[in-house]
């Protein structure tokens, strides 16, 4: 249902401006002058002022009057969002059991569109510590979570993703063959969790189990990530995957307690 | 900075009215339809439907033809921001020896005009769990990381704060005279640290500490939160104080040590 349609009549082209001036700015860029919004965003200097102009305006970007930057009211956009699921509050407290038990962090996140976006996370050392965060997308295909996402979709769901996907390479592990992802997710749809070895970064393995509805439907998943040094295939299914599955159990018994009434979209949809 | 400014020609009105339909989204209303958002925004029924529809397109909003509801993807705004912080980043693991520590909830939040916004936060069980994401926002004058905040303020800017918020109360203990906060967060200038006693919720105690920047200026402050039938004023001093201030001491350490070109924009402004 997210699926851009073509852009009709209907598109309030400024909107979509506004919000790429937004996206203009990261981690890499957290200030930015007038002329460098106007580069990222292909926008002319005279439009680029007066989108940022209405964003001091509503309290969304700050300036010094040559450098620009987003304020924390910027979250208010995202929060609507995330305070409209259930599911990250109810995961927070098992996560936490979880990396508590294990000494490993522990994410929960859904699918959107190709990729798996972060609804709640519990990191453990700063030492090789994974920088995400609450919003953070990775391609679904390259990631334990994707895996268990993409598993749980309907035949016809499952297809339409793999018409539209790139099956791109991030490292000399990536799964990138349309043949060999479907006989993974095959796998991984029969033994209920998947491992995935160094397919997104060199380095970095994880483990992650489904989170079923009511209704026995996958809506989330769950996953522990370390680094390849500390965790073998064996290894994360001895000392990992136990936890991980009774984690996911109670983040499932949890999410069916609260009655459906309670459900945020993402997960009755 | 952020304070808005009067809405001149440069003010472009579509993206205000698209951001105003993305707000119209929350906890207690997920899902709506083109009426309601229509009726939450003061816009046209037409006009509702261009800005729903715009933003289907861009993948921020998906529908199923009657119902409308945010998707993951919205989050990708605020984590434009989260991703431009150090902070958080840095506060996550001492936040999370704070917990381990002494069992309460830790939270690091940001001025931001007269509300602190969390950016980053680790709880405790979920019995009597204070729902709070990253991007809530509370009056500042009511809670313990604002009056850290504010009493970190120079002179002038806690005067122009003093000018144009509304010390609203929100239990009968909450302070709303200008004289007794002045003089209230004089004591928190002198003392390090403010502890708040149900001011923002009937049974909801404070207690939070500065996060200063090289300079010596307050950029955030640290907190941690409970039920008033597990802390006193003299329990919290105690048993949660000392912590408290060791945490607030090695999250600054490993921002100063971050050189200051790597730290965010709300931190070197």
Known sequence: MSEPTARGSDHVQSLARGLAVIRAFNASRPELTLSEVARETN????????????LVDLGYVRTDGRLFALTP??????YAYLSSLSLPEVAQPHLERLVAEVQESASVALLDDVDVVYV????????????????TRFPAHATSMG???LAGL????LDA???????RPFTQHT???EPTLRGELDRVRNQGWAYVDQELEEGLRSIAAPIRNSGGRVVAAVNMSSHASRTSLESARRDLLPQLLAAAARIEADLIAMSTAEAGPALSR
């Open 73 to 78: 009211r910027i979250l208010e956009l995202g």
């Open 147 to 149: 895996r268990v996402l």
């Open 120 to 135: 709640a996370r519990v990191a453990t050392s700063r030492i090789m510590r994974v920088t995400i965060n609450i919003g």
């Open 161 to 167: 993703y793999l018409e539209r996907v790139e099956l």
């Open 43 to 54: 926008l002319t200097r005279a439009a680029a002022r007066r989108f940022l102009h209405t």
């Open 154 to 157: 309907a035949p016809g769901d």
């Open 175 to 177: 799964v990138t063959s």
